[in-house]
């Protein structure tokens, strides 16, 4: 099978499971591990298109629900696409909409087909299944395209995860079967929910489809993180090693640590922008609230040694004014930090796995990450 | 008197009363005449100070009275003053809390001494006079301080504006008084509502004060345009001619170019930000609303040949999407070009000054601006 993406891989951390790879697509060069900021309704909440090359973004998300439901892919199309539309001329990854499906739409009902439910805009009755998720993601025209799946809460029983998983499997076939653009790559997604037996079956039966990359969806959705973890330990190894690993919905500091020592390859995560717009920021000491009282005073950067446009040029003080204050700017402040954060943090990342030395790094990080103040 | 401003006149208008100079200040210099953006409360809204020199900004403005509310001139004066503590190093005027205790504050008792009044924020009581004003000024440490005045609302009577402009006028001699920074400049206050003997008799009274500059107070409250223009018409002879003249809280797109036109050199107004976040631009057809339907999929930008980055970047189909997805980087991208758009018809104006044909670009700016859109 011809895929429009290569993956190599540039180097292997010898103590860890930890790898450094380059993830090429038509719209260039992604250096894994990476981050991927959100742009949910085809922008990073806050942020502009040079905002987020400035912070050193390498690849976008956007989501196939949200745009579907507004402005539409059909608009987006007549745009020229969604890179065009939003101005972004980096590669993007579009979600699915299944996650999106069961988590914001309303009367949901699941058949073998796909998925009935109501807009949680207006009401209206909309169906998705596999065929209509790949229209959508084809007429967005994002690089990365993610297979359409069935997505379980936590906790669940292991015959629901095992029939989700199951139909999952079926859907991700129709998924490469409806699938037709060439310049776009469609990763797979591996479900099984909480249960080791489940995740290594999916990853097993996924890998037999031969999907250029692979998302492992249906994690960090309340679970406990050890929980995540282990699930990670038992079923990586039954994940192509030649192909991207995509964790899907991760993105607080500390996961990203330990979602690489495992040997993941791609994080998205919307903690950053949110908690941004209500002044809480990312450090490498944990979580910083801006908003408090104790930093109104606060002539310092956000974090020291950060260079990011709010550390390099504004105070704790001032940015606490401007969020107490209800200015915008505030928020776009924190944004602008939090996602420069993650992702100084991946280039950090990737320099300890290229001189081998990923664990030493990974100890240091916990040495100082107060867990206290986590996520 | 010494004063820390220069103003040097480069070039006039054969033909109208525009002017063509250069105001010098601590921080800069600054082309006149000019716009100035708004930053109420130490920011413009939605707009960062590196935004704000992209799209030419020589001078902002920030409010007396709501830093004096939040975060306090003293916290400000601990962060090294106003330009440190939002990172702002060119020039900055601050107006003298007078308006928005008229406009804003609650239980208000004006009386020789002073005005006192409740806070907007949270009922407190407060006092405000001259020599707080200058104190709250003096704190910030802007460029160029204003003079705390008595204001009036349209309609009122003769008497009413006379005991205002002379109350005024005596508060303007305890401004002087009270006045000490030596890097700051403090503008007098022409009053008297709309009588044109009291603006003239204002005008005079100011004139011997001899300020370093002129605000012209109290228009553009809602009495009717041709109203305004007929005051200035017959006071601006009285203003004196060496200084700058600010035509205070005025800004939409033909009241900067029928106030240059009677020779105003300075002005201000939240007007542009605050439609924007609205999702309403100016362009030199009149009012764009980006957000009416029928820019759906209008996929040109939101003025042809303007130059900011909203323009160059994104189409009205995108940026409506924005407004309509409640995203606030629709607000952002409508503020820049509302902002950019100002300061780029200054330049204008500015250029057919030096040429000599204003007259021929007010009357060409007529001529295509739709004023059944209009402000």
Redesign the interface.
Known sequence: MNHPITFKMVARDAKTHARRGILTTPHGEIQTPIFMPVGT???V??????ELKEIGTQIMLSNTYHLHL??GEE?IR???GLHR???WDKPILTDSGGFQVFSLASLRKIREEGVSFRSHLDGSAMFMGPEESMAIQEALGSDIAMAFDVCTAYPCDHQTAKDAMERTHRWALRCQKAHTRADQALFGIVQGAFFTDLRIESAKALADMDFPGYGIGGLSVGEPKPMMYEILDEMMPYMPDEKPRYLMGVGSPDCLVEGVYRGIDMFDCVLATRIARNGTCFTDDGRLVVRNAKY??D?GPIEEGCDC?ACQ???R??IR??L??G???G???CTIHNLRYLLRLMERIRKAIEENRYEEFRNAFFARYDMSRNF
Do not use: D, V
Request: charged share 20%; aromatic share 14%; no cysteine.
């Open positions: 309704q085809a922008t909440k806050a942020m502009t298109p040079r507004r402005p608009l007549e745009a020229g539309f939003m101005s109104a005073r002539f446009y040029n504004f105070s003080a001032y004014h401007l107490k204050a200015e915008i700017t928020g776009r402040l």
